[in-house]
């Protein structure tokens, strides 16, 4: 059966700021995709009502005393029933399985407080302030075994300030993920973007680096 958009499947765990630029750009017509699904790891994350408010099949399914592998064996099974082309993490704080990744190799997008590959991990606000870092920023990249480690698409980078707390930078942070995030699932959709044997490649040219994008 063929189908009108692509559609994509967002996996979220709190707020899902990430998710409503993402939806707001899928009903401005901005997206070339429809997103199909949300899921969540997390009852009351936000990011449910955020899916429920714009008509969007949300969906939470929690881990709680099951291993790791049968956890993600339910998630591919939910996800499967939505044939969704591409999968998007938008602050999804559980680790999947190399099972998991290996099923839908190429065909999952991440973004990551941080310049990656500096600061994988969590609390990266607060780290990159007490290392004195000059910049910080966000990345969008394509999902690998290798936790956060997987190659850049895009950065939004921005100059830490002498009077930035991790408020304020978790604010500036989010407006360039608001920004990038969008961007690389609209490449992703409408064919620029691919993975190819472990290389970005992006209107057909092998990024040796992210594309980068300014505050
Ligand atoms: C974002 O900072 C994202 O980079 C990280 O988790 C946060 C999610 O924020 N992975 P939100 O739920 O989209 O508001």
Do not use: C
């Not at 996996?11 to 199909?36: F, P, V």
């Not at 899921?39 to 969906?59: C, F, H, M, T, Y």
């Not at 990656?116 to 607060?126: I, M």
């Amino acid at each position: 059966m063929s189908r009108a958009a692509p559609r994509i499947a967002v996996l979220i765990s709190g707020e899902g700021s990430n998710l409503q630029a993402l939806l707001d750009a899928a009903s401005a017509g901005k997206l070339g995709a429809g997103i199909g699904v949300v899921v969540s790891n997390r009852a009351a994350a936000r990011g449910l009502e955020r899916a429920r408010d714009a008509g969007v099949p949300a969906r939470f399914l929690g881990g709680k005393g099951i291993t790791r592998e049968a956890y993600d064996e339910e998630l591919a099974a939910l996800l499967t029933e939505h044939s969704p082309d591409l999968l998007v993490l938008a602050g999804f704080m559980r680790i999947l399985s190399p099972k998991f990744v290996a099923r839908f190799e190429g065909r999952i997008l991440n973004i990551h407080p941080s310049l990656l590959p500096s600061y994988p991990g969590l609390d990266t606000h607060r780290r990159v302030l007490e290392a004195g870092e000059r910049w910080h920023g966000a990345t969008v990249h394509f999902v690998t075994v290798d936790l956060d480690a997987g190659p850049a698409v895009l950065q939004y980078r921005l100059p830490v300030r002498a009077d930035d707390t991790v408020e304020s930078l978790t604010t500036r942070v989010h407006v360039g993920e608001h920004f990038i995030l969008p961007r690389a699932v609209e490449w992703f959709v409408g064919g620029r973007l691919r993975l190819e044997n472990g290389s970005v490649m992006l209107d057909e040219q092998r990024l040796s680096q992210p594309v980068i994008m300014e505050e």
